[in-house]
């Protein structure tokens, strides 16, 4: 079974950049779409990026297209998302995850499977 486990979490001003990280094991291949939410005190958990398991299509919620970047490295199976021009609506709990499906394009953006245990990410103004 995967485990995914996320770092690079903490607090910062708003106009500020923060590097998450994400490390998966416990599967033999790397080919596998990722992403990242996250969910806000109060609120449902929703969609923030997403990539192909070939690193050649990315996909963004409206509210971070623009400012968030993510990317896969495959030799190391993890992936990262880079965040600028944070603002506190930013704030929240940040999950990484994964797919079942193996090689699976155009769709990393919805049915995930798999969550890491998430990090904190606070964004004061």
């Known amino acids: 079974q995967v485990r995914l486990v996320e770092s690079g979490g903490g607090s910062v001003q708003s106009g500020g950049s923060l590097r998450l990280a994400c490390a998966a094991s416990?599967?033999?291949?790397?080919?596998?779409?990722m992403g990242w939410f996250r969910q806000a005190p109060g609120k449902e958990r929703e969609f923030v990026a997403g990539i192909d398991w070939d690193g050649n299509a990315e996909y963004y919620a409206d509210s971070v297209r623009g400012r968030f970047t993510i990317s896969k490295d495959n030799a190391k199976d993890t992936v990262t998302l880079q965040m600028n021009s944070l603002k506190p609506e930013d704030t929240a709990v940040y999950y990484c995850a994964t797919k079942k499906q193996p090689y699976a394009l155009g769709s990393a953006y919805t049915a995930f499977t798999s969550w890491g245990q998430g990090t904190q990410v606070t964004v004061s103004s």
């Open positions: 416990g599967r033999a291949s790397s080919a596998y779409p």
